[in-house]
């Protein structure tokens, strides 16, 4: 199967594809780390549900004609005859259906979709990014934590850029604190050790790349806290109230948290106080 490189193709295909980072919504079921975050879902408009709380835009434009058409699902539905009909072999029905599967769908079928399209070898890297990093998610929702991280290992490299990127190493850092709390009930407390400073450092690398996602400030906070490192939490729970007001509630009560394992019973206390006034409530 041959794909074409960058041409001048209708405008149309210029369009953007916008990835919006959505607040996440626990159920009962399942708490919110355990969840896979959400998936890139091919369209006009492509989102992917990264962490409650945050709320992020970014946006980029397909580079070629095949990426442009299989990135804006709805554009292909209305092209069709130009890249397939006309005879041209570019790209096959069979790609574009696993493609809107791979985004679209749930469980096994999304997970077998995904390892259809990318083995068919020809998409961009960006797309292959994405079929893998959704791939990943499936796999986080099943439980198959191990299979997860492998994904979103591959997806990281394919978009150094961004959006897939930074989602991937989000949701392989929620993967390792899930790894981190099976290790921890199976009595393998050094590999827990491991698993949790993975998450910590996957955490510091999305800060790096974008201070502005102040959940992943959060997220390594329980980390630290977690692994007994209650000094760096706490820094980690300061720059949380100080920087989102939205993300206080929870920040001071695990602050209070912290506070109170360090003995300071009095600093605790006023932490938890103002997480109930901020949220009733929380922690119960």
């Not at 890139?40 to 970014?58: E, K, L, N, Q, Y």
Request: charged residues 25%; aromatic residues 8%.
């Amino acid at each position: 199967m041959k794909f074409p490189g960058p041409t001048r193709h209708p405008r149309r295909i210029q369009q953007r594809l916008q990835v919006q980072f959505l607040p996440h919504r626990s159920s009962k079921r399942t708490s919110a780390r355990a969840r896979p975050l959400g998936r890139f879902v091919p369209g006009g408009d492509t989102r992917i549900a990264v962490h409650s709380a945050d709320w992020t835009m970014v946006t980029y434009r397909p580079s070629s004609n095949w990426e442009g058409a299989v990135c804006c699902s709805r554009l292909l539905v209305s092209t069709t005859a130009l890249l397939v009909g006309a005879g041209s072999g570019l790209v096959s029905a069979d790609v574009v259906d696993d493609w809107r599967t791979c985004g679209q769908a749930h469980g096994d079928a999304a997970i077998a979709a995904c390892t259809q399209f990318i083995e068919y070898g020809g998409p961009p890297p960006k797309l292959r990014a994405i079929a893998y990093f959704n791939r990943g998610a499936g796999y986080h929702a099943k439980g198959d934590v191990d299979r997860a991280i492998a994904d979103f290992n591959e997806a990281i490299p394919l978009d150094p850029a961004r959006p897939v990127h930074l989602a991937a190493l989000i949701q392989r850092a929620q993967a390792y604190q899930a790894k981190a709390d099976l290790d921890r009930a199976a009595g393998r407390v050094y590999q827990a050790n491991v698993d949790l400073d993975r998450a910590a450092a996957d955490y510091s690398e999305v800060i790096r790349l974008d201070p502005k996602i102040v959940r992943a400030l959060f997220d390594r906070g329980k980390v630290y806290h977690a692994k007994g490192d209650l000094d760096r939490a706490l820094a980690d729970f300061n720059e949380v109230i100080r920087l989102d007001p939205k993300l206080a509630a929870v920040a001071y009560y695990k602050r209070g948290l912290a506070k109170r394992e360090k003995g300071d019973t009095s600093g605790a206390n006023a932490d938890l106080a103002k997480a109930r006034e901020l949220q009733p409530g929380i922690g119960q």
